[in-house]
């Protein structure tokens, strides 16, 4: 089935522009960071590319570059500022895998051992919380 064209009215496009607010943890010329609304755990985080695309389907490859490489840098920040055991990275394309926000984006999940994630797209976060996570996740991203 043929894919809906890129909406440039998206939620993340609105955050990436400013128009809507986020609790941002990074960002440099091509990729921004910021809390997930709905964490499926502690410390989740979204790294975003700046360039538009519906998901990694019609993604430019050197986009993914850039994006992975911040991908990388994030869970190592959110693993030692959440004190985690580990880290999930997702990335769902199209409705069928579970995507529901249609600007690429991956999902970066700080992990707890014996700690089940919580559901995606679950309950909305306290700001307080978000705010306070992505505060020790500067601070470790600062930190190197
Ligand atoms: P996906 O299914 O991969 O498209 O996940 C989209 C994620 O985005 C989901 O975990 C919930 C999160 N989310 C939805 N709306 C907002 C929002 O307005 N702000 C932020 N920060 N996250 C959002």
């Known amino acids: 089935m043929a894919e809906a064209p890129y909406d440039p009215d998206n939620i993340f496009a609105k955050i990436l522009r400013g128009e809507i607010p986020s609790h941002r943890v990074y960002e440099d010329e091509a990729i921004v960071a910021f809390m997930d609304v709905m964490p499926q755990g502690p410390g989740h985080t979204l790294v975003v590319p700046k360039a538009p695309s519906r998901n990694l389907l019609d993604a430019d490859p050197a986009t993914l570059d850039a994006l992975f490489t911040v991908v990388r840098k994030v869970a190592l920040a959110v693993k030692k500022a959440l004190g985690a055991d580990g880290v999930t990275i997702m990335q769902f394309n ?51």
């Open 94 to 144: 199209e409705p069928a895998a579970g995507q529901s926000v249609y600007h690429l984006h991956v999902h970066v999940i700080p992990r707890f051992d014996g700690v089940p994630l919580k559901p995606h797209t679950g309950g909305m976060e306290k700001p307080e919380v978000l705010a306070d996570n992505a505060g020790k996740i500067r601070e470790s991203l600062a930190a190197g």
